[in-house]
């Protein structure tokens, strides 16, 4: 099984930035990728971010140029630089995990693993 906490939501004006943090109890090699995903009432889960065994990293046209998704294997940690925040990013942003090799990594119908979500809040 693999565990996820994502931290490091809040409020911020637009133009700001903000670090999200997700932790992992599980971290092996089984894991193909791991991404960021966004939602907001009403509409479908979208993937913000991914990156997978390999380190190729994949981003949202909506998110490219101004995110940056990185990982610490050795901490288990898999994080998400949003900079140029803009009140469209205003969601909850969740961190997944996917142990089915060879899936497209910003599709979240192909992710087992959740966390709990953490909010972002970006005003104008």
């Known amino acids: 099984q693999v565990h996820l906490v994502e931290s490091g939501g809040g409020s911020v004006q637009a133009g700001g930035s903000l670090r999200l943090s997700c932790a992992a109890s599980l971290y092996t090699v089984n894991t193909y990728c791991m991404g960021w995903f966004r939602q907001v009432p009403g509409k479908e889960r979208e993937g913000v971010a991914s990156?997978?065994?390999?380190?190729?990293?994949n981003y949202g046209d909506s998110v490219k140029g101004r995110f940056t998704i990185s990982q610490d294997n050795a901490k288990k940690i898999l994080y998400l630089e949003m900079n140029s925040l803009k009140p469209e990013d205003t969601a909850m942003y969740y961190c997944?995990?996917?142990?089915?090799?060879?899936?497209?990594?910003?599709?979240?119908?192909?992710?087992?693993?959740w966390g709990q979500g953490t909010q972002v809040t970006v005003s104008s």
């Open positions: 990156i997978d065994s390999n380190g190729r990293t």
């Open positions: 997944a995990a996917t142990r089915i090799w060879g899936t497209y990594c910003l599709d979240p119908a192909h992710f087992g693993y």
